[in-house]
């Protein structure tokens, strides 16, 4: 279990990110147009994997527009912007906002990826949500950098995430 800042509170996670060199966890989360998204979907491609607690807060709404931005840098790398909002909530945030190069996946239905990849907060005022963390995954879907943001209230380290890329 990781422990977390939020506020002056210490939250703790259902977990831990998986580990380096491991593959990923299967998971299935709803895209915008309700459908199901599966890690398969993304085989053969780099994963940034932008993991928060909600698109309709100040730093979740930064990391979303930074990775955005910067996933038009990188070749055969998608961005993944993970949250437990609608679907319906993230589909506005991208539309108002023009971001189109990131995809929105949501853990609202089954809640299995917060359990599975360690980031559900199980205490605290968030409790229930995500916590904000950074997976990228190589071509074959391996852990090739991870990052539990010690504090939701900060950004993830984007360089250190992207260098793994270079």
């Keep these: 279990m990781a422990k977390v800042e939020l506020g002056d509170e210490i939250v703790t996670t259902y977990g831990n990110l998986p580990a380096l060199n491991e593959k990923a966890?299967?998971?299935e989360l709803v895209k915008s147009d309700l459908t199901i998204g599966t890690l398969e979907d993304f085989k053969g491609k780099r994963v940034i994997m932008n993991i928060f607690p909600s698109i309709d807060t100040r730093v979740c709404a930064t990391s979303v527009r930074n990775?955005?931005?910067?996933?038009?840098?990188m070749k055969n790398t998608v961005v993944l912007c993970i949250s437990r909002?609608?679907?319906?909530?993230?589909a506005r945030f991208v539309s108002d906002e023009g971001l189109d190069k990131v995809t929105n996946l949501s853990d609202f239905r089954?809640?299995?990826f917060g359990k599975d990849y360690g980031v559900e907060m199980i205490d605290g005022a968030f409790e229930g949500l995500l916590s904000?963390?950074?997976l990228v995954l190589d071509e074959s879907g391996h852990v090739i950098h991870s990052q539990q943001v010690p504090s939701i209230n900060d950004e993830p380290d984007y360089l250190a995430a992207?260098?793994?890329l270079l």
């Design 110 to 112: 089954d809640r299995n």
């Design 25 to 27: 966890p299967h998971f």
């Design 85 to 90: 909002d609608l679907p319906f909530a993230q």
């Design 162 to 164: 992207l260098k793994t």
């Design 132 to 134: 904000r963390a950074v």
């Design 67 to 73: 990775f955005n931005k910067k996933a038009t840098e």
